[in-house]
């Protein structure tokens, strides 16, 4: 009984997984190993009790899972306002990444080397870091080392200007991770972003929206409203 209930929590966990997978990607081949591991655990059963076993599962899922945000602040430490702060939930999020990681930068300073380094060391640990920037020009220095490590792991986009509006300006602040979690902030990744001014934002767990953020990026670089450089 031990370990059947053991098998049935990891038969679970892939299922869970498949689905996630499935509301990201939309493909259905993340449901086969589900499959064969149904099978092999339930002999008896046929093929259309096995689907109707899935089909239950995911609707069950689908109910119980709900989107979650959470509000991310920078302000002063006086401040005692309940909210994730904007410097710790981006390292967290930088550094539990383990597949893909989008990030926008209107401004980069040398306060978010440190945190670059992380970026580079993901990408050499096979983590697929899409780097989006306003004028490289303007963030070159602190960005040199970064370009140093371009791969098909780490790609680096830049915002390019428009003719008919020189003001216009790559000025979203994002970041997703896993394509799962998105922190959506007017912070810069800056000291006066991540500590001196008061910004606002949002981490969001939801891969629909994530999946829609990168969606809206990589359309933007079909269109060539992003060039990798």
Request: hydrophobic share 40%; proline share 1%.
């Amino acid at each position: 009984m031990w370990n059947s209930s053991i098998k049935i929590d990891y038969i679970a966990g892939l299922i869970a997984d498949a689905i996630d997978s499935y509301s990201v990607n939309g493909v259905n081949a993340s449901f086969t190993k589900v499959i064969i591991e149904l099978k092999e655990h339930f002999p008896n059963c046929s093929e259309e009790e096995i689907t109707d076993i899935i089909s239950l599962c995911t609707q069950l899922y689908s109910l119980k899972k709900t989107e979650r945000a959470d509000l991310v602040l920078t302000a002063p430490d006086s401040f005692r306002v309940k909210a994730l702060r904007t410097k710790e939930t981006l390292q967290k999020l930088i550094e539990d990444t383990e597949k893909s990681l989008t990030i926008t930068g209107y401004s980069i300073s040398d306060y978010f080397a440190e945190m670059l380094d992380v970026i580079i060391r993901k990408s050499q640990q096979g983590v697929y870091v899409r780097l989006y920037v306003n004028d490289m020009e303007k963030q070159k220095a602190t960005l040199e080392r970064l370009m140093a490590y371009k791969s098909r792991f780490l790609q680096v986009y830049e915002y390019q200007k428009q003719d008919d509006d020189k003001m216009a300006a790559l000025h979203a602040k994002l970041l997703v991770s896993d394509a799962k979690k998105s922190l959506v902030s007017s912070a810069n990744l800056s000291y006066h972003g991540m500590q001196g001014n008061v910004e606002m934002g949002f981490l969001i767990e939801s891969p629909e929206k994530a999946k829609q953020i990168e969606e809206i990026m990589k359309e933007m670089v079909r269109m060539k409203v992003f060039m990798r450089i």
